[in-house]
């Protein structure tokens, strides 16, 4: 049986504050060909704060009051959350973008973030950085799971507690293995990959976490439900796997070469994108563990996209990248 991880509290909070603290991004012509991460629902985002916006087909720079880079562009209602390097996280509304800044954290990135309903979510990042709301993201608090350290671990800061409170603290800060992406499946699970073939869950939405047998001991960087009973994760050298919920099973997906995996995206109720480094593009039938592989010219690594009709927008280390959608259809 599985030990429960229970979530230790730390001090830290969030809230919204005034931009004077941020130096803004600069004003790019060639933004568009920048590094960028992420793109969804009409923004892209990147490298030194570079935010984009599509307009009428155009995609054109917007003002960003960051220069860190912003690794993520998460939807919630009329919202947009940016998030990225020095536990950046923007919350966007029309076109304002208000800093969230925090005390906790503030020098590690964030990956990832998760609403599960209107009040609550969820931020994660490097060296097991979780931040958590209650409050639609007014304020976000900050928490530790320390009990996925091993024994040996655990005893070293508790000593380290009594002996040295500063040394403790600063051990905190980089303890626990990053936590590279963050996936719920809307039914109350949430699962988190990362480090070293880390796999967490929670099964009631966060306020308690359970480490799940990894299939795999490389670093995972992306999670995705298909449906609420089926998870698919991806990370190193191509890794790819599926996790059946209820039948608590692992199954490899075999995909070409070794190219890390940096995104699974959903295409359809039967396949997802796999994007990945040097310009791959994979199609993965989740179910019978068909796949179909394509590169864009020229190789650049892929970090996210949109699709429209059979055509891709890649976020990719050469900017944004215009790609056809070539795959068979699913009989």
């Known amino acids: 049986m599985r030990q429960l991880v229970s979530v230790l509290w730390l001090m830290g909070m969030a809230v919204l504050m005034p931009l004077q603290a941020a130096e803004p991004a600069f004003m ?15 923004v892209a985002v990147g490298e030194r704060g570079i935010v984009l916006k599509d307009v009428d087909g155009s995609w054109q720079q917007q003002p960003s009051p960051v220069r860190s880079a912003l690794l993520r562009v998460v939807k919630q209602g009329d919202i947009r959350w940016l998030l990225g390097h020095e536990a950046t996280l923007l919350r966007q509304q029309g076109d304002q973008l208000t800093i969230v ?17 209107d009040r609550r979510g969820y931020a994660v990042g490097a060296y097991g950085l979780l931040l958590q709301t209650l409050d639609g993201g007014a304020s976000w608090q900050s928490r530790q799971l320390l009990e996925l350290l091993n024994e040996d671990d655990r005893a070293f800061l508790a000593e380290l507690q009594s002996d040295d409170p500063d040394g403790y603290a600063a051990e905190l800060e980089t303890i626990l293995p990053h936590f590279n992406a963050l996936a719920g499946n809307g039914s109350g699970a949430l699962v988190i990959v ?12 966060g306020t308690s976490w359970q480490p799940l047998d990894s299939p795999y001991e490389g670093s995972f960087f992306t999670a995705l439900w298909v449906n609420p009973d089926t998870l698919l994760v991806a990370g190193l050298r191509g890794h790819l796997y599926r996790y059946q919920l ?10 070409k ?3 890390h995996i940096n995104r699974l995206q959903r295409l359809d109720e039967q396949r997802v994108l796999a994007l990945g480094n040097g310009g ?7 179910a019978s563990g068909k796949v179909h592989t394509d590169v864009v010219t020229d190789g650049p690594d ?12 890649l976020a990719s280390a050469a900017g944004l990248i215009q790609h056809p959608l070539v795959t068979p259809e699913v009989k």
């Open 28 to 42: 790019a012509p060639l933004a568009a060909k920048a590094r960028l991460y992420d793109v969804a629902d009409g």
């Open 194 to 205: 990362g480090e070293a073939g880390l796999v967490v869950m929670s099964r009631d939405n």
């Open 257 to 259: 070469g070794e190219r």
């Open 101 to 117: 800044t925090t005390t906790a954290g503030s020098d590690r990135p964030l990956f990832d973030l998760q609403f599960v309903d």
């Open 246 to 255: 209820m039948a608590n099973r692992w199954t490899a997906i075999a995909v």
């Open 302 to 313: 892929l970090f996210a996209a949109t699709v429209d009709g059979n055509n891709l927008t």
């Open 280 to 286: 791959q593009v994979t199609v993965v039938e989740w």
